[in-house]
């Protein structure tokens, strides 16, 4: 599925990068391992992680590279492309999955937690996708326009919050809406963008209550399981997909619609709105009052 096609992978040495390298590679992709092989936190272990799954993949008869670049060193990344393209001669698909912890409640969140977090989730998936996507707009003006892909990672926490994880959820919805401009403008030239939400059990999820099944049966909590989506993806079979966000839940695939109107189930005043109706109007809409209470009109 894969075969000629260059992939890059961030934080591609343990959990789920790893597992996508791993499947990328075995569909015939050459892959450029990206990992700083810090802790879950950002904090340097001084571990080698993204050497190890080069070795694993040309055990098997792959191609690899890796790197250990910051995805939040804007220069850096821009040298990442530059050395991909040097070595392999082309790019094909970026992987967006670099990623670091520091939940804290609210009021207790340290402004360099968020900082950290932001500038690795968030500014780490613009860096590699802005000096792709500049790749591969002057690849079609010279008239060499590529079937690019650039895959994201979100998450549930980013997709409807939860207790604790402020930066991190934020991070992860930005990277959501970032996927869908990314999506929009890139058609322009070829780049289809699309997200991942995976379901896995990692080092970022440990306390959280996943857990795997009994030994020898299928484990719906295996990082390797939103692998297979993410190969696709990276593959020129998707290009007629773009600006989706997957969430991947063991074996099932739910296409997610961040953040979208439902259509037909509204409150409606018969001008301007006016302050007073809007608590009896939107109670009847949200499901917490009859109908039949002055207000708004309710549209379903």
Known sequence: MLEGRVVIVTG?????????????????????????????????SFE???????AAIEEKGGTAMA??????????????????????????AVVNNAGILRDSMIATLEEAAWDAVI????????????????????????????????V???????????VGQAAYGAAKAGIANLTLTTALEGSRYGVTANAVSPVANTRMTSGTGFAGTAEGTFDKFDPANSSPVVAWLCSEQSGWL??????????????????SVRPGHAAAGGGRLDAAEIDAGLRVVMGTSPAGLPGLSVIR
Not at 139 to 147: L, Y
């Open 152 to 162: 994201n990672t979100t998450s549930g926490t980013g997709l409807a919050g939860n």
């Open 67 to 92: 790197d250990g670049s910051s995805v939040s060193d804007w220069a850096a990344v821009e040298g990442l492309i530059g050395r991909t393209v040097e070595r392999f001669g082309h790019l094909d």
């Open 12 to 44: 591609g040495g343990r959990g789920i990068g790893r597992s996508h390298c791993l499947e990328l590679a075995a569909h015939g992709a050459t892959v450029v391992v990206n990992d700083l092989g810090v802790g879950v936190g950002g904090e340097r």
């Open 48 to 54: 080698t992680p993204a050497d190890e799954v080069v």
């Open 119 to 150: 500038d690795v989730h968030l500014k780490g998936t613009l860096a590699l996708t802005r000096h792709a996507c500049a790749y591969w707009r002057a690849e079609s003006k010279a008239g060499r326009t590529r079937a690019a892909r650039i």
């Open 242 to 259: 773009t600006g989706r966000v997957l969430r991947v839940d063991g074996n099932t695939v739910h296409p997610v619609d961040p953040w």
